[in-house]
Structures are given as structure tokens and as C-alpha cells.
């Protein structure tokens, strides 16, 4: 089936607003930088859109965006950082490679169990996930707006996101039992 | 490998605390090991599922504070930074936190209350196979029961119950039956070639393809082998069968062995036990077509009767700059006339794409906004100070962030931006001299119910009123639905050249980005409306909610 350019445009952007949750983690995990994140997926779909007429209907166009958005990637780290302040090429490659295109990021009923399981955190632990994920501070300025040191706040953050992954996996399982 | 170790460098590297010395040693760990390539991408998915919680809860506790407005019937304002609370009377700010990169802020900031990530359009290009089993072809008079979802002229039927209070609705059987069904009914569409009358009454039409065509009810099952027959069942549940022409075999009880075949003018009905007690066909007791075509046009004829006082009303009032009643005058007509009297004569709109269709009623002319380039390009120069915008829409979805009413494209101070939300809001802004936003989000009207239906929408901002602040209150089938003082600093809203049904800006098109345009959200330049649009204003004036209450009336549809 041939359509036209109009509305193939159409049809590949509707995908990559279909794959959009699991584009953004994909790029948060490289980048790192909450804030060069939206750059970096506005600057994929400006790719995307452009390039269009190269994606064919019914290939795979997670490969396909996945591949501009790991070039996106690299040009926005070597822009924003200096050289032995990022991830090499080679790591973000294997790890490119490695990423699985099933394997799922965050789906509705994860995320239903994550806020609640954020909820029954210890507060103090509640505080640091929420000036963390909600309000995009880094650990130094969380340290400053919640009287620790920054050693103190790195694992606080590791230490709620493991007792987080337990939770979530508990409930699920629960729930499917 | 340390498995602890590495687990501690996954989360440095996360946070974005990592020493030179680390990474290194992390790197080395990624490249030579599958495990460490594996459990990276297990706690990177958390955290990326964490950073959605983040930001959902950013937009869900604003959305929390537009609810707590809409229970209260004064006008509330509502602080979200940087402003005082004073006491009782809370004052709204701005939506603010991006003046420190003024450069980078976009008219997609609007977006920022509902920017939860998952977002996905509602109708995507590939749609499942339709399970549609008859259309909706004319519903003059009808009135739903409460709870049940009213259905439009052009509505696809899946099989599911219509509960009709009054009125009558004609249904167009896939297989080529047509049904006319009168008010009040509990009807069941079963499939394509048969259906389930619990109560009401209905003339059915079966042409030759159609032959087979079933209907049951409570106690018997009547199966057309060709033209039109009458059906009722009563309160009691006891069924009357009344053939006008053909054939119609009639099962009581649904017992196959008591099945009887009656012809032209002849009539049952059920009697306790499973009897049959003939009788004499009534024609004239089921409505049929011709009637029904017939209340249609009255209808109608009425209804615009009604509706031209109010745009007369429209039309005359010096406050009015822009008005466009959307009765073409041919079929090619590519341009609206801008009917103000008041108005600019060269305000007129250009369309682009848009098919003309049914308004409100069969007479009324509309626009379809269908397509992404269907569009119409208006210029309204001039600053306001007060105005109020109407339009009444018939929304069919909602894919979009943002899907527009009126979009400007400026990126000046004093671009205005009028909009439902994905959600359903009423969403409306001024880019003010900070390159920030004056907006306001209605509570949400449009539901998965009400596509589909027309509704009239009003904003009405009041500028300046005092000590710097605005005032902007959203209105929905005449009645208010929200309404909010913010503070300044604001700008004089300047419509200027702005699209209705769509926006100007594209991504790939370098003057965009030289005018200042930097989406948070890709995709989120789309915002073509999917509907139709049969009446639009902009008066340079307030709109009371006396005014608005009028038009309302002399424009609803029902």
C-alpha cells in the first residue's frame, strides 16, 4: 500500500509518539542530564520527521528511530561535555547493542505500583526521590536543600531505588498471583 | 565482577556524579560484560520510570488545583509560585519557572500542566477492523437516558444497547435493513442482520439483500423474508406484530414448531401462554420514513429559525470584530466572509482543505477539520483589550496536546492561543512580555460522551482589571465552567494572523525556529483539530453570562 507523503508523514510521527515513553528512558540513561534530555528527543523527532520518506511502512521503526536518536545521543555529549566527563563511544555502543527492543519501560501498571510504593518510602528517603525525580535537582544541590553531604544523598538515592525495584516486582507478582 | 561495586557506579553514573576514575572503571566493566550491560539497563529503566513518576506528579498536583477551583463557585486564584497568598482570596501567578531562559520558551509551555510522558494520540492512522454493525442515520427530538452515550447522525454502531428516552432515531443495518426506532425504547444491536427489542416500537425496512433480517423480543421472534413491518412490545413485554407488505414469520416464544408466516395488512399479538391473537395491521401507529423526514425538516426548520436571532444578534453588536456563520454560499467557496458589521471587511478567512458538511442541523453549513493541513487563516490586526471568543464545535477526538481552536504564530508578546486539551480542558493563553504564559485550563468538558456532539464554546478575557491583573473565564453550553485572576505582567492579547482548526508551525521549516520556536514535546507542533466548526466570533467586548446564556439557547441542538 502506497500512501501519500502526507499522510505517511503523519503515520511515522503517530509511531514515534507511540514509542515516545520508552525513547525518553532510553535517552535518560545515556545522557543523563534531565535537562539535555528533551533536546536531544526534540532534536530525534525533527530527524525523524525529516527522514520520513525513508522509513517503509511495516519495518521495524523502533530500530529505526533508536538509530537516530544514538547518534542524537553522541552529538549532544560531545557538545555538552568534555571528553573524560562522558561515556565513551565504544561503552555506548555495547550498550546500544545490548539494549532489548521487547523489553519494556515502565508500563501503566508499573508505574501505578511505583507511586504507591514512593509512598511508603521513610521520609527522609521520600524527600530525596521526590527533589530528585519530581523536581530534577542533582545530588549536590539535594544535598544543600536537605542538610546532608553528598556522599550521604548518592546513597540514599541507590539505596530507595533498590527497596523501589523490590517493591514494584512484590506487587506485580502479587498481583499476578 | 563486584557486583555490589558496579551496582554503586550504575547509580553514580545515573545522578550524574561520577568521577573520571569511576567511569573508567565502569566502562570497562560495560565492555567486557554482558551481565554488567544487562543489569545497567534493568536499574536505568527504573530510574527512567522514576523521572515519568517525577514529572506526571509535577503535572498531576497542578491539575489537583484546577479541581479544587471548579468545586468552588466563586472565582478563586491560585498561587503556584513566587506570589502571596492573601488570605482568603488566593492569587494566581503565572505559570512560571522558565524566565531564566526566556529565549527558549515556547508557546508548548502551555502544555506544561499536562506534559505527563506517556501521551499517545487517541486515533492512530492504522485503526483496528471496525466492529461497526449499522450507522446512525437521523435522530430528530432524541433524548438519551441518563448514563447511556448519545449518539450523532453518521455515528458507526457497534453491537451494545441504545437506551432512546424520546424521539426517534432511523439505524442502518450493515447488511442493508433500515430500523425506526421511537422513543421510549431499550434496544440491543445484536449484529449486522439482527437486534433485540426489549421495549418501544420500530418500523423496519428490508430490502431484497437484507432478507433474513431478525428481530426478538422478551417473547417471540419475528424474521422478515422482505419490505416493512411494524414491531412493538409494550410495557407488559407482550409483542404486536404488524406487516405492511411482505412476509414475516412470526415465532412466539421462539418455539420453531409454533411459528407462523403472516402477509400484507395482517397483524398478532402475543397473548398470555404463547398465544397468537390476530388482528388488523395499523400503519399508521409506527412512524415511518416519510414522517420522520418530514419531523426532520421541521426540525431543522425551527432550530435555524432560533439560531438566526442569535446570529443576527452576533452579526449587529458593535463589539463584534470577526463573525463567520459558516453557510456557504457555493460549494466552492474557499473564503468565509467576515459577516461582523462592525468588523474589518477584509477579515475574512481563507480556507485551506476543509470539506463543507452538516452543521448543527441538516440546513446548517460547517467546515470539517480532518486532515492535518485542513486549516483557515485569518488577520485580525489590532491589540484588544476585553474580548470574548465563541465557537461551537463538534469535536470527534482528541489526539493531540493540544488540538486548536484559534493558534497564533508570532511568537510575539501578545500571541493568543485557544485550545483543547487531550484531556478535554479548554485551554486558553497570552504570550505575555516575559515570553511566559497567561493561561488558564478550564476543568475537563469533553468526554469520550460528548464527542460527537456540538458544544459552545466561550472564553472571555478581561484585561487590566485591577491592579494589573486579567481575568479569564471559560463557558461551556452557556454555562461558566472556571474562572481565574491571574497577576501580571501581561501583555494586550494580539491576535494578528492566527489559524483556526490548526497551527502554522513546523519543525523543519527554518522561520519557526528563527521566530523562537523550541517544542519540549516533539510532536507537539501537531495540533490539528478532528471536527467540525459551524459558527465563530471575536467581539472586543466582555460577553456577561447573561449574553452568553442567550446564545446558548437560540443555538443549541437539541
Not at chain 2, 555490589?4 to 572503571?25: C, G, N, P, W, Y
Not at chain 2, 414469520?249 to 407462523?260: G, N
Not at chain 2, 467576515?338 to 485551506?352: D, K, R, S
Not at chain 2, 456532539?453 to 472564553?459: E, F, G, H, N, R
Amino acid at each position: 500500500m502506497h500512501l501519500d507523503p502526507q499522510a505517511h508523514l503523519f503515520h511515522v510521527q503517530s509511531l514515534y509518539v507511540q514509542h515516545l515513553p520508552a525513547l525518553r528512558g532510553f535517552v535518560l540513561s545515556l545522557v543523563t542530564d534531565f535537562t539535555l534530555v528533551d533536546d536531544v528527543v526534540q532534536e530525534t523527532f525533527i530527524v525523524v520527521t525529516k527522514k520520513a520518506d525513508e522509513f517503509q511502512s511495516g519495518s521495524n521503526f523502533r530500530a529505526w528511530a533508536w538509530t537516530i536518536a544514538r547518534f542524537k545521543v553522541l552529538q549532544a555529549l560531545e557538545r555538552a561535555r568534555k571528553i573524560n566527563d562522558r561515556l565513551s563511544l565504544e561503552a555506548i555502543e555495547a550498550l546500544c547493542a545490548h539494549e532489548e527492543a521487547e523489553s519494556d519501560w515502565g508500563t501503566e501498571q508499573q508505574l501505578g505500583h511505583l507511586a504507591g510504593c514512593v509512598e511508603a518510602l521513610a521520609p527522609r528517603a521520600r524527600q530525596a526521590v521526590t527533589l530528585r525525580y519530581e523536581q530534577a535537582h542533582k545530588p549536590p544541590e539535594i544535598a544543600k536543600i536537605m542538610g546532608w553531604s553528598v556522599d550521604a544523598v548518592n546513597v540514599a538515592l541507590s539505596r530507595a531505588r533498590k527497596v523501589l525495584r523490590k517493591c514494584v516486582e512484590q506487587r506485580i507478582s502479587l498481583q499476578g498471583a | 565482577m563486584d557486583s555490589e561495586h558496579f551496582q554503586t557506579l550504575i547509580h553514580k553514573h545515573l545522578d550524574d556524579v561520577m568521577s573520571a576514575e569511576e567511569r573508567a572503571e565502569f566502562e570497562q566493566m560495560l565492555l567486557t560484560s554482558p551481565q554488567a550491560r544487562t543489569e545497567f539497563w534493568k536499574v536505568a529503566k527504573q530510574h527512567a520510570a522514576l523521572r515519568t513518576w517525577g514529572e506526571s506528579r509535577n503535572g498531576q498536583q497542578r491539575g489537583t488545583a484546577s479541581q479544587r477551583h471548579q468545586s468552588r463557585p466563586t472565582r478563586v486564584m491560585w498561587a503556584l509560585t513566587g506570589v502571596a497568598a492573601l488570605a482568603a482570596v488566593l492569587v494566581l501567578s503565572l505559570i512560571s519557572g522558565w524566565g531564566d531562559k526566556p529565549a527558549t520558551v515556547s508557546p508548548s509551555e502551555l502544555s506544561q500542566e499536562d506534559t505527563s510522558e506517556e501521551y499517545q494520540p487517541e486515533n492512530m492512522p492504522a485503526e483496528p477492523p471496525s466492529r461497526s454493525v449499522a450507522v446512525m442515520r437521523a435522530t430528530p427530538d432524541v433524548k438519551w437516558n441518563a448514563g447511556s452515550t448519545a449518539l450523532a447522525v453518521g455515528d458507526s454502531l457497534q453491537p451494545g444497547w441504545l437506551h432512546l428516552q424520546s424521539g426517534v432515531v432511523q439505524l442502518e443495518f450493515a447488511l442493508g435493513a433500515r430500523v425506526v426506532l421511537e422513543g421510549p425504547a431499550e434496544f440491543q444491536l445484536v449484529s449486522s442482520g439482527e437486534a433485540f427489542l426489549k421495549s418501544g416500537k420500530l418500523r423496519a425496512f428490508v430490502p431484497e439483500p437484507a432478507q433474513g433480517f431478525r428481530i426478538n423480543s422478551p417473547d417471540c421472534l419475528v424474521v422478515d423474508y422482505g419490505t416493512e413491518f411494524g414491531f412493538s412490545v409494550g410495557g407488559t413485554g407482550a409483542s404486536e406484530v404488524h406487516v405492511f407488505k411482505g412476509k414475516v414469520e412470526v415465532q412466539p416464544d421462539h418455539d420453531m414448531s409454533r411459528k407462523q408466516m403472516l402477509t400484507g395488512d395482517q397483524a398478532v399479538k402475543m397473548a398470555t401462554g404463547g398465544q397468537l391473537v390476530a388482528m388488523s395491521a395499523n400503519s399508521a401507529s409506527f412512524i415511518n420514513e416519510d414522517e420522520l423526514g418530514r419531523r426532520r425538516h421541521e426540525n431543522s426548520r425551527t432550530a435555524m429559525e432560533r439560531w438566526r436571532t442569535g446570529s443576527d444578534w452576533l452579526r449587529q453588536h458593535r463589539d463584534t470584530a470577526l463573525y463567520y456563520d459558516f453557510q456557504k454560499t457555493h460549494e466552492w467557496s474557499r473564503t468565509l466572509v467576515n459577516q461582523a458589521v462592525h468588523g474589518l471587511p477584509e477579515a475574512e478567512a481563507t480556507v485551506v482543505g476543509c470539506d463543507w458538511v452538516n452543521g448543527r442541523w441538516p440546513d446548517k453549513g460547517a467546515l470539517e477539520f480532518k486532515r492535518p493541513g485542513d486549516r483557515l487563516r485569518v488577520s485580525l490586526p489590532g491589540k484588544l483589550m476585553d474580548f470574548s471568543l465563541i465557537a461551537w464545535v463538534r469535536v470527534d477526538s482528541l489526539p493531540w496536546l493540544q488540538n486548536s481552536l484559534i493558534m497564533g504564530d508570532s511568537f510575539q508578546p501578545g500571541e493568543t492561543h485557544w485550545f483543547l486539551s487531550r484531556e478535554g480542558n479548554i485551554g486558553f493563553g497570552v504570550r505575555n512580555v516575559r515570553n511566559q504564559w497567561t493561561s488558564y485550563k478550564s476543568p475537563p468538558i469533553i468526554t469520550p460522551e460528548t464527542r460527537g456532539s456540538w458544544v459552545m464554546l466561550v472564553t472571555v478575557y478581561r484585561g487590566y482589571e485591577v491592579n494589573g491583573t486579567v481575568n479569564i473565564t471559560h463557558y461551556v453550553n452557556g454555562h461558566t465552567i472556571g474562572s481565574i485572576i491571574q497577576t501580571g505582567p501581561h501583555t494586550l492579547p494580539d491576535l494578528g494572523t492566527f489559524e483556526i482548526g490548526n497551527w502554522a508551525v513546523k519543525p523543519d521549516e527554518p522561520i519557526w525556529v528563527q521566530r523562537g520556536y523550541k517544542s519540549r514535546n516533539p510532536a507537539d507542533h501537531v495540533r490539528c483539530l478532528k471536527g467540525r466548526i459551524d459558527e465563530f466570533a471575536v467581539m472586543r467586548g466582555l460577553l456577561s453570562d447573561a449574553d452568553v446564556a442567550r446564545l446558548w439557547e437560540s443555538g443549541r441542538t437539541e
